[in-house]
């Protein structure tokens, strides 16, 4: 079984929409960490976000915001007014902790394609 | 900056051949990874490592071997090339446990690897 579930597979929106990504998690442990990368046409993923499994505050960075629920499992992101810039495969990921520590080690999601037409 | 140094952007080898695909840290990071990437599977583990000499299975090890001499370098191997390793492989490291906020997976700019 997946550890994390992103069920939409591509999302197309017109500039200036609003559009969530959705991911679900699974995992048995109470400490555990979540991330948003992004991978742009030119391939190097870059980081989003980093959050803790004990924080379930939602954040807000520009027109990227984040939503963390335990009671359901999910991690969501949401684009206020995309822009073109922000077409690219945004994947979600789980970190649990290994022997006291969290190893570094990421479980993927299968990705979201987001394209943005103007 | 901090960087993920992956030796080839493009590789085309033949099935049967032996291939290594290096990746250099700077960051002093004690953890390092090769995930593979395909289309509609997301990114898959291969092999991690946490300290030098040692490495631990990831998800999908089978037809590939790693190699950690340095803490700078992780080197994946495969021992015979076949064309289902056909794919986007990816480097990335890590410092060996989270603290400070800002801490996370750093990735390479990936190596597209064809065997035909």
């Known amino acids: 079984a997946q550890k994390v579930t992103q069920a939409q597979t591509e999302i197309s929106v017109v500039e200036k929409e609003d559009v969530t990504l959705d991911c679900v998690y699974e995992t048995r442990d109470t400490t555990y960490y979540l991330f948003w990368y992004k991978q742009p046409p030119s391939g190097e993923l870059v980081f989003l976000i980093r959050?803790?499994?004990?924080?379930?505050q939602n954040e807000i960075s520009g027109r990227y915001s984040w939503n963390f629920q335990k009671s359901t499992s999910s991690f969501n992101f949401t684009i206020t007014a995309s822009q073109v810039v922000d077409s690219a495969v945004y994947f979600c990921a789980l970190s649990e902790m290994v022997r006291g520590s969290t190893l570094g080690r990421l479980y993927f999601g299968r990705g979201t394609q987001l394209t943005v037409w103007p | 900056d901090v960087k993920v140094t992956q030796s080839s952007r493009y590789l085309v080898k033949r099935t049967g051949e032996k291939v290594f695909l290096e990746c250099v840290q700077d960051?002093?990071?004690?953890?390092m990874f090769w995930y593979r990437q395909d289309p509609g599977l997301g990114l898959r583990l291969i092999y991690f490592s946490y300290d030098v000499k040692m490495k631990e299975k990831g998800d999908i090890p089978e037809g590939y071997s790693v190699s950690r001499e340095k803490k700078e370098r992780f080197s994946l191997i495969l021992e015979s090339a076949s064309t289902n390793q056909t794919s986007m492989y990816l480097c990335?490291?890590?410092?060996?446990?989270?603290?400070?906020?800002?801490?996370?997976?750093?990735f390479g700019s990936g190596t597209q690897l064809s065997v035909l």
């Open positions: 959050r803790n499994s004990f924080d379930e």
């Open positions: 990335a490291s890590s410092p060996r446990s989270w603290g400070a906020e800002n801490e996370k997976l750093f």
């Open positions: 960051m002093d990071h004690e953890n």
